[in-house]
């Protein structure tokens, strides 16, 4: 009796077992990242950006934009919490991340952030199977730095993400899905053309595209779950040959958060200042 009740379990864990993993698949055959790039390059840029939440700026960054050689393109970024958020929760973040400029997939990136008295690195080598994930926090945590592996042949992080969507044609009511791995987890991000607008902001007023972004976690079977502290956003991009980044408005736990496009410049730029 005791066997073939364990029998009966053995057969249903492997029925559940590959109903989860043909599930993931499902989800994996509707990405659309295989779609070859049919942009122009962006061009050498100087951008800065302020954040904020309920309407109170709380934080700035200054990205940089760059094409060091013929095989890569480089984003460098600091970013730092302003005003009285500093005197709340001082924070001072570093990214660097590069992508290939024909596929436009990533290559590696490194984020340093320092939160009051602890420092967490955090670094992401691609290749062509997948993501290796490294977080080292200082001082340090019990048991060393942490490793992560993901698989996927169709992965992007947040730059290459940005360089990806750009390179495509963008009609309205078209949606892209794409696999991006931001530090040490895996997200789906579904994008979908909402319109054509015009926008005016501190740097100017725009012919912009506006898109809606929603995000969703891949769990450690391979399954889709919901973002817990993300909800959606609404993010403008302009409708020219640069596709600036131009404004984000996201809905999360604590409510509406935005980012917002204070400045660019083009041509040749002196590095973003570190702070690590």
Do not use: C
Not at 99 to 121: D, F, Y
Not at 153 to 180: G, H, N
Request: aromatic letters at 8%; hydrophobic letters at 40%.
């Amino acid at each position: 009796m005791r066997l073939a009740v364990r029998n009966v379990l053995n057969i249903l864990a492997f029925v559940l077992l590959f109903a989860g993993n043909a599930l993931a698949a499902k989800w994996e055959t509707t990405l659309t990242s295989s779609s070859p790039p049919s942009f122009p390059e962006p061009r050498p840029m100087r951008a800065k950006y302020i954040f904020g939440w309920s309407g109170f700026s709380g934080a700035m960054a200054e990205v940089r934009l760059t094409k060091p050689s013929a095989d890569r393109l480089q984003f460098e970024g600091t970013a730092q919490t302003i005003g009285l958020a500093r005197t709340l929760w001082k924070f001072d973040a570093t990214l660097s991340s590069s992508a290939n400029p024909e596929t436009l997939h990533p290559l590696e990136m490194k984020q340093v952030e320092n939160v009051r008295n602890k420092k967490t690195v955090t670094v992401l080598s691609f290749d062509s199977t997948g993501v290796t994930s490294k977080e080292t926090e200082t001082p340090g945590q019990s048991g060393g730095p942490k490793i992560r592996r993901f698989e996927s042949t169709q992965l992007f992080d947040l730059y290459s993400a940005l360089l990806y969507l750009r390179s495509q044609p963008l009609q309205e009511r078209s949606v892209q899905r794409i696999l991006v791995y931001p530090a040490t987890s895996a997200y789906v991000a579904t994008v979908t053309v909402l319109g054509r607008e015009r926008l005016t902001g501190p740097s100017g007023t725009y012919n912009a595209i506006k898109l809606d972004l929603q995000l969703s976690k891949v769990g450690k079977t391979g399954e889709l779950e919901p973002h817990r502290k993300f909800r959606r956003a609404a993010v403008w991009i302009s409708d020219d040959s640069d596709r600036l980044l131009l404004k984000i408005q996201a809905q999360i736990f604590i409510g509406t958060v935005f980012a917002e496009l204070q400045s660019v410049e083009f041509g040749k730029a002196r590095p973003a200042s570190r702070s690590e």
